[in-house]
């Protein structure tokens, strides 16, 4: 069953506001960080949003009809991204919580179920409530 463009477009717009949120909050030059960078400083929080942005992800990816090939990606970068949360703090405390904050499974996660939706339905373009840029074509 064929998903409409305007569901497959609404899917990847919720992704760039995940992947913003997760990863894209405040940049400073090449580098940037959200919510699951400055969370995985927070033992048990850090775990729980990495967990509940990638179940979003996975949920948009499905009803996006993204192929298994994109979804099993997308699952690979959002398992390495949880597990780089679990306090594994093992004789260097900060360690995981500095890996977790590195490592922006999100921003993979969403940036291949984007490039999904592009090439099946089209560009995207961002609304222009979101500071007026437009996705590159």
């Known amino acids: 069953m064929a998903i409409s463009n ?20 405040v ?14 400083w927070v033992p048990v929080a850090g775990t729980i949003y990495s967990i509940g942005a990638g179940l979003l992800l996975m949920i948009e990816g499905i009803a996006g009809e993204a192929s298994i090939a994109t ?4 699952l690979a970068y959002l398992v390495l991204n949880t597990l780089s949360s679990l306090p594994l ?3 260097v405390p900060v360690v995981g919580s500095l890996l977790d904050t590195l490592f922006q499974g999100h921003l993979m996660a969403a940036n291949a179920l984007q490039k999904d939706i592009e090439r099946r339905h089209g560009p995207s373009e961002l609304p222009d409530s979101w500071g007026g840029k437009k996705r590159r074509r």
Do not use: Y
């Open 6 to 25: 305007e569901r497959a477009h609404r899917a990847w717009r919720n992704a760039e506001r995940i992947k913003r949120l997760s990863d894209r909050l």
């Open 27 to 40: 940049g400073v030059g090449p580098f940037s960080i959200g919510l699951d960078g400055v969370l995985s």
């Open 71 to 74: 979804l099993t990606r997308m």
């Open 89 to 91: 703090d093992v004789g």
